[in-house]
């Protein structure tokens, strides 16, 4: 099936605002290059120090996008989201399924995450410090859903939960992992010690991707699409979505953690947690953000 992609050139200073624009528009998944790669001038991204999420001073951003997509009409949408932002250079074009799995496959490298918790492209060998009776594997192939966990938010989650687990919280809890893209979030908990994991997503593309990735993993993951997730509690809940999605959802979210349980917002660009600490006092305690590069995580605990 093909897909309208959209790139762009843009800055490290304005990579939150466009991807998060884009997001917002409803883009499937997004990627960051190199600017300078096909020019033999490449910046090398050596380790990171901890807590710091590195990019290029120049970066290619590329978006997918539904095929059937009017470039006029989701050009004219991206102005009115974020005028302040130079869309005049974006460029389009039809790529198929194999052009973007290629893409990914060949830049994505296993990523360690806390203490244990390791996510490695299922083509790829184990690292040798993965092979350790401890590590908790995640063998990954997002496909076309968001979630390999190279994104802040995705990695700020990871270590949320990789720290749960090293506090014994999440050994035989269930996990709802709301926003579960390729089911990254659900996978780790499961392998992390979780009992169960339920994931809901609105792009089918999603449910479809998580339940390979669960088989995949040796797992199995109930997702659904919103509204059709059973009507249950849960001790852990992880919501990695945008942040007017968080705002619109909270009482959804509330509702849905158990008293005592535990909560991660995320999908927050820097400036937009005020707020939502705000909507979420009313059903939670030991509020706490936690900030990543230009994005934020939301953690609480539910009131009883």
């Known amino acids: ?33 190199d ?13 990171p120090g901890v807590g710091e999420t590195p990019l290029w001073n120049a970066l290619v951003l590329s978006a997918l996008f539904p095929a059937e997509t009017n470039a006029l009409a989701l050009l004219a949408a991206l102005e009115a989201f974020d005028p302040g ?33 390791w996510i490695v492209p299922w083509n790829h060998a184990l ?9 908790a594997v995640v063998r990954l192939d997002p496909g076309l859903a968001f979630g390999s966990g190279t994104h802040p938010t995705t990695a700020l989650c990871l270590r949320w939960l990789d720290q749960l687990a090293a506090d014994g919280r999440l050994e ?17 908990a499961l392998k992390l010690g979780a009992a169960g994991a339920v994931g809901v997503d609105n792009d089918p593309q999603a449910l479809v991707a998580t339940a390979d990735n669960g088989e995949r993993n040796g797992t199995r993951i109930a997702a659904y699409l919103p ?17 007017s999605a968080l705002d619109a959802l909270a009482d959804q ?13 995320s999908g927050i660009l820097q400036g937009q947690e005020d707020e939502l600490l705000e909507r979420y006092a009313p059903w939670f305690e030991q509020l706490e953000a936690v900030q990543d590069g230009d994005w934020m995580r939301i953690t609480g605990v539910r009131r009883a």
């Open 1 to 33: 099936m093909p897909f309208l992609e959209l790139t762009l050139r843009c800055t490290e200073a304005t990579q939150p605002r466009y991807e998060n624009a884009l997001e917002d528009v409803g883009a499937l998944a997004v990627t960051l290059l």
């Open 35 to 47: 600017a300078d790669a096909d020019t033999g001038n490449e910046h090398a991204i050596l380790e």
């Open 85 to 117: 932002l130079d869309w005049h250079t974006a460029s389009f074009r039809a790529v198929q399924d194999e052009d973007w799995e290629r893409a990914w496959l060949d830049q994505f490298e296993p990523m360690r995450f806390g203490q244990r918790t």
């Open 127 to 135: 690292p040798e410090e993965a092979r350790d009776a401890g590590a």
């Open 172 to 188: 035989g809890a269930t996990v709802l992992d709301f926003g579960c893209g390729s089911g990254i979030l659900a996978l780790a």
């Open 227 to 243: 509204g059709d997730e059973p009507a249950a509690t849960y001790p852990v809940v992880v919501a990695n979505i945008l942040a």
């Open 253 to 265: 979210l509330a509702a849905r953690t158990a008293p005592g349980g535990r909560i991660a917002l």
